[in-house]
């Protein structure tokens, strides 16, 4: 064995780093210097995204995706940044972030594509009076809570945009507490067979009434924050209008799509092509009349030929999508997050109370509900555990309420905090009051390997 | 039936002339712009793609790979930016190129990567005689008659880098005339039977030594070109280290993957990932020393376990890489070709004359050798058609000769040109000199449908 001369260690140190600095006129960044920090950034992405979610499933039985969301918080300025900033600024310069924005967005707005694609109405199952009742506390208790803490919120300076309205502040917070991760929550229930339980069906019915209702009041936000009437007339116009479209003229335009696939047995690049052709129109569509990419990417999915034509449609899409796209966009996120910025008692205090208030909405409300309504104290409370658990629905909301500036970097990292915890929350609460007798009586398989959101 | 009030066409595409438009401080672009026209160019681009590459297929008996070609010179300056100028730049803004470079810099990469996970060392079959004359010979033309024709192109000001040296300007030259689409060839040789017959085996074996040698020799102008003997240094050795470690070592590490996945019968999640950053590693170093990441991608190809593995991984990246990555190369390289440079008749003259040099060093000399060591008029003209076919791969290399300032935009525009006519001739020539008697008597199979490069 030779020992490594510590002249070549620090020679390709500094081989690297020349590699990695900006080589354009003035000291910017060129073509090349992007695609380079491309293939770097991408190495320690997937490697990171990878390692967290295999200790967080070794370790803590959590799901890939809490280990990607924490992933994405850990090479962000909050850890590797604090620890070895240098290090971090040179695999993460800011001029290399539109790039990342870019590939986060797409990925993103590909993985609601898919999520769009395997929506099915019959969600909406009919359960009489504990439906109900789950699906309106589960909504109500958090714009209610929402009502209550928006107005001191907004006494903090820095948390929310200058000149927010309180209305537009309430409706974006009660949002972003009633949302569920609604695509794990229909995974982990269909896997695990639980469909045509009390706890499928209740959990399944009020998650997907819940996050209809809370993107839908996103998309008025949105529509309605930053321009002057005539701007959210054509935000909430166009974007009805456009859904509309999709929805009862385009799922017949595409109907020739699912019988090509059908016939050939798979599907073709012709037809994968006009298929990511759609989804990039109503992607584009939806960002132009001021909603946002993800919406367009959503509602074109329900429109999409279901059967052979999914199944095909996932082979082909969603390995990149998992594996290269979402990691992006985790990073995207955690690059934002900065938990530093949460510096003092006070603003502890804040998180934790958010946290609370979050807790308090979904967990609460849907177990008070659920048992008021006769479920038994188990169910209730996996109920309960399910709906509180935010996953990568949550991240997305708060990265659009970041990128169009409803809320400040401080409230970001708080609500990321938020979106982490009650995710990790789920995965042993559902397991303690559910999962463990559930599974001897071989009622409950295996936890799913590859559940992303 | 409505009449569409023109009042609501204005509005409507100045909403999308405002929504295009720069919205950053100082009239730069911001994040989302980035995210807005991305989404916009890509639904251009996928559908300008499969629309010409269909027209071709159609009218001309052209591979999809040809349209592709074609369709990227469409988009650029060439055609839509010469009718359209506004409407191209509002599309194609050149501060989103960045973007469309990663993209394509990555899809290229990848296509490499697959490319050498396709690549078979029994290519390099023995036919004796014919087999040594037809490679030696397509190498040996080509940069022969770089070496006559190179001085008097860099007489021509602007063609050529300042300053570089005459031995660097011709072995590029060399390596762009030498060059073959191999991976279109092997698909096309392999998916018709025909890897068994004359025409086989010496195509094959001469295009896999001919592109090697053209390869080697670009790493080489890429070592040498613009940096001190260090650097050229750097680059050679670290690049020869580097593909020693995958070929011998990384081959051993990366086995284990292959077993994985067929003791699964599938590739996970987790091989898939890791595989994605073997091949981002890769093609970082690669870059890192100054050669370029498709050499990375390349060699790491070669070294993947073989089998079940590389059916699987194609199943899940090509799709993807072919259908959008790709076309994106395309089209940055489409951006870049301005034959509106070749404006004068002496430059026609000079584009015409690199044309004609290039055909009569691949077709010509293949064929010549061919004939002296005995094949029939017939396969000798088949292998000839086949050896001067360029494609993707052409496109690839003078793409990196413009980027790292090797050649200039008017030799690169008059490269494109030279690239896409050898493609464009090979199948015509190939069909009546071999296709339609070998298909008459069924020795031939369909024309393969979704050939990339």
């Not at 500094?14 to 293939?39: K, R």
């Not at 993107?215 to 009437?229: N, S």
């Not at 946290?355 to 479920?375: D, H, P, Q, T, W």
Request: proline fraction near 4%.
């Amino acid at each position: 064995m030779t020992a490594v001369s510590p002249d070549i260690v620090a020679h390709t140190w500094e081989t690297i780093a020349t590699v990695l600095s900006p080589h354009g006129p003035n000291g910017t960044y060129n073509a090349s210097d992007f695609s380079i920090h491309f293939f770097l950034q991408l190495a320690v992405i997937i490697l990171t995204c990878r390692v967290v979610g295999w200790l967080g499933q070794k370790f803590l039985g959590q799901p890939q995706v809490v280990g990607e969301m924490i992933a994405g918080v850990i090479l962000g300025p909050s850890l590797l940044g604090l620890l070895f900033p240098d290090f971090q600024a040179a695999i993460f310069p800011k001029e290399t972030k539109n790039v990342l924005y870019v590939g986060a967005q797409f990925g993103v707005g590909l993985y609601m594509f898919l999520v769009g694609c395997s929506f099915r109405g019959d969600h909406f199952a009919k359960k009489g009076k504990s439906a109900f009742a789950v699906s309106l506390s589960g909504i109500a208790a958090p714009f209610l809570l929402a009502v209550l803490i928006t107005p001191w919120l907004m006494t903090i300076p820095g948390l929310f945009a200058e000149g927010i309205s309180r209305f537009n502040a309430t409706l974006f917070m009660g949002a972003c507490i009633a949302l569920t991760a609604f695509p794990m929550l229909a995974r982990i229930i269909n896997e695990r067979g639980l469909a045509n339980s009390s706890l499928g069906t209740l959990s399944l019915t009020a998650g997907a009434f819940d996050d209809a209702v809370s993107w839908c009041v996103l998309a008025v936000v949105l529509a309605t924050f930053g321009g002057g009437p005539g701007i959210a007339v054509l935000a909430i116009g166009g974007g009805v209008l456009w859904a509309l479209f999709v929805v009862f003229i385009g799922r017949r335009l595409l109907a020739p799509l699912g019988r090509a696939v059908e016939a050939r047995g798979e599907m073709s690049y012709t037809v994968l092509a006009i298929t990511l052709i759609c989804f990039c129109t109503s992607a584009f569509v939806m960002d132009v009349v001021g909603i946002h990419a993800i919406f367009g990417g959503f509602i074109l999915g329900t429109a999409m030929p279901r059967g052979k034509f999914v199944q095909e449609l996932k082979q082909k899409v969603e390995p990149l999508a998992v594996i290269m796209l979402l990691p992006m966009f985790f990073t995207y996120s955690g690059l934002n997050t900065r938990l530093d910025m949460v510096n003092s008692l006070s603003l502890l205090l804040v998180a934790l109370a958010i946290l609370a208030v979050s807790v308090l909405a979904k967990f609460g409300a849907c177990y008070a509900a659920a048992r008021i309504s006769g479920e038994d104290n188990r169910t209730a409370l996996g109920i309960g555990a399910l709906m509180n658990s935010r996953g990568l629905m949550e991240l997305i909301i708060i990265n659009i309420g970041l990128q169009k500036g409803i809320i400040g970097p401080a409230l970001f990292s708080m609500l990321v905090l938020m979106a982490i915890v009650t995710t990790v929350m789920a995965s042993p609460v559902f397991e303690m009051v559910y999962g463990r007798k559930a599974r001897e009586s071989g009622e409950l398989g295996a936890v799913p390997d590859n559940a992303a959101s």
